[in-house]
């Protein structure tokens, strides 16, 4: 028997907390390792963190949750994709959708083909070869098969809309039903030992609780990571310089739409999030070019249907903490960092801290070699998502406030620029695997605010004029017709899954 560890302690039961237990308690089952999860009455989880990406399911899946009884319960809504109104110019929108858009023609990236037929002459849109845009656009949805037909039905992929604190509710029952053991207290202190290894911690009951690890789901403070640990923060607030929200819910106007939708504003960006029982409103700014009031009031002129809670404003810094994974401490969620929501990343990285963190599984020897290549792997996903966030604002034409003509002079990190150098050049994205954003999501957003490459690949031009508007014709008519086949997102929300 290795030095196995023998209990982790997850602090917080917010999302982030609640996630952790319920993977862990299924990845763990049989080990003998104790799981415990402490959450205090007295301290509110944030409450928002409602809209996901498709690494929702893969958590859904891995967690070994009945993917209905979820969806009713938290009154999930599907989600194909964001809706970009207002982004690159007032009045145009565009769409990023989710899975592939197109299908490889001869072994050639879709993409380089569409855009050869651009330069033969033919005159189509992106999005028509997109199988989700396509959805998203005539609303209608179906849960993509688990053996495909075709390559239609093998090329989109979904998300959930969820309410974020019946989402915490719904894991914490299941987590009590497979044995987690939960603690409700405050914790008062971190007792942190002589190599600076965390010890216990002391409740508010007097008691203590120590564990060989801790993953710290405190939110934006890292109670241990932080407070306790010290480990540092990297502040990213020179590229991307939203660090307040306001946040509202209301009623549902019209059945809810299988998208998110985020609208440009003067200071930053507004969210719409549909649910099956109520619609999340944000309006996510930057404090130096707008005040909360300000905020608020835009925020409240702006959304439709009646107001169902008073404004809440939620600062915040984006950024990551320096190590995510410091001695017998693993930082979870805002605990760990936040990157504003534009592509509702946050509960990905959560899943995606897991996974990296169930590769890199300790033992009490805690060998610095596998914290280093956990946080080497982590550190990347952040990277990635944060240039492809500021993607967004450094390509936007808008020049009718302060904070979209400075964003016309942006900093850039070197690691997007060579990106996007590389992308005007011949229309290609180095894409590595492992990484969250295909090829496809770059060409949607370039494609959306109207960047375009000099020139596509030049093997291309071995390929035939009439064969290639053949093919790209039969890829549209391929999904117009499978898209026609499927019922509406309500029709099969209410069928298959109606909120209870
Ligand atoms: P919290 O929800 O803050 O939970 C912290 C927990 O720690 C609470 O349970 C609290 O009681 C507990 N706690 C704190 N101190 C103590 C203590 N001393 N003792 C015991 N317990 C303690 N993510 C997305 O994926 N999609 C989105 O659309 C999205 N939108 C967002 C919009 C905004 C404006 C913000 C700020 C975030 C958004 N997020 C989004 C991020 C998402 O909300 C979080 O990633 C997610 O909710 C996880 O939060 P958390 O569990 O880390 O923290």
Redesign the pocket.
Known sequence: MQNALRSICI?????????AATLLCTVLRGSGIKLTL????????????????PSIMDFIQASQINLKDLIQATSASFKLGIRFADWSVPGEEFFHPFGRTGKDINGFDFYQAWLKSLADGQDSNWLDYSPAATMAEQQRFMLRPQHPNNWVQASYAHALHLD?IQL?RFLRQLCLTRGVNRIE????EVIVDQRSFIQS?T??DGSNLSSDFFID?????G?LIEQALQVGYQDWSHYLPCNR?V?IQTENQAPPVPY?VATARQAGWS?A?PLQHRT?N?Y?YASQFCSDEEAIDTLLSTVTGKVLNQPSV?P?VTGKRNKIWQRNCLA?????G?L??LE???????YKTLVHFIQHFPDRDFDQDVQDGFNLKIDQDYQEIRDFIILHYCTSKRQDSTLWRWCQDMPVPETLASKIALFKQRGQIPHSSGQFFSCDSWYAILEGVKIRPNKYHPLLDAFNRQDLVRLLDENRQQIRAEVQKMPSHHDYLQTHCPAR
């Open positions: 602090v917080g039961g917010g999302t982030a907390g609640w996630m402490v959450e205090s009455a007295d301290i509110a989880s944030i409450g928002v963190g409602e809209s996901t990406v974020a915490a207290a405050t914790v008062k911690l409740l508010d789901c405190t939110g934006f403070k109670l929200a946040t998110t969210w999030i999340g944000g996510v939620i915040f979870l969620g805002l605990a760990g936040f504003e929501p509702s990343t946050a509960i990905h990285l959560v």
